[in-house]
């Protein structure tokens, strides 16, 4: 059965800081891989996907790379902001459809 | 293309009344999927469709919920005799999907609350 960690849980930056967020996976068999972000009390907005076969995906000041064979996978912001504040979620999609718990990030002016 | 739209947004209901809850995909997608996400976790997966075949059912999915989607369109979720173990935000989400899974896009959800 598929279980996904997130490290750090919760995140605390200034404004302008890069940072990393983590997803590790324990079943490696996956189709592709998802990041999501959540606003409080709404949906999942849908940020990257990286296929099996791909290394990295980038989308303007977002950036993911996916190892799948040691069940990896991170999500680089660069130059952060407030609005960036939210909880950050991935999914690796295989066999289950399972999510990590976030990472929730709060960018402080 | 307005997105995925779930009805209602909020819905308070009594231990055990029946509650349903409504999902439009987006038009062209052909997989639509349920989840149930309490506060501080990550979406638990509940059910997905593929067109109109319902094609696997999470252990969480009790005998008290069922899904449908006739047509392969909108799509229903009822809970029959709520709990207050029910009250969570139950969202909907679909995807254009071939042999792996593609990208899957999200409605805004609907919270539940049991009394």
Redesign the interface.
Not at chain 1, 96 to 102: A, L, S
């Given at each position: 059965k598929q279980e996904?960690t997130q490290i750090p849980a919760a995140l605390s930056v200034p404004e302008g800081e890069n940072l990393v967020l983590n997803c590790s996976f324990t079943d490696s068999a996956i189709?592709?891989l998802?990041w999501?972000r959540q606003d409080p009390?709404?949906?999942?907005?849908?940020l990257l996907?990286i296929q099996s076969s791909q290394r990295e995906q980038t989308s303007g000041r977002l950036n993911a790379s996916l190892d799948k064979s040691s069940g990896r996978s991170t999500l680089y912001i660069a130059a952060s902001q407030p609005g960036d504040s939210a909880t950050y979620?991935c999914?690796p999609?295989g066999q289950?459809?399972?999510?990590?718990?976030?990472t929730r990030l709060s960018v402080l002016p | 293309d307005t997105g995925v739209s779930q009805n209602p947004r909020h819905k308070i209901t009594k231990r055990g009344q029946n509650v349903t809850f409504r999902c439009d995909p987006i038009s062209e997608h052909n997989r639509l999927y349920w989840y149930r996400q309490t506060l501080g976790q990550g979406p638990e997966f509940l059910t997905y469709f593929q067109n109109e075949a319902q094609l696997e059912k999470s252990r969480l999915l009790s005998d008290r919920f069922s899904a449908e989607r006739p047509k392969g369109s909108f799509s229903t979720l009822e809970i029959q005799r709520t709990e207050q173990g029910d009250s969570a935000m139950y969202l909907c989400a679909s995807s254009f999907g071939g042999p792996s899974v593609s990208e899957q896009y999200f409605g805004p959800g609907t919270r539940l609350t049991v009394t």
């Open positions: 996904v189709y592709n998802q999501f009390g709404k949906g999942l907005t849908s996907l979620l999914a999609y289950n459809f399972v999510f990590g718990p976030g | -």
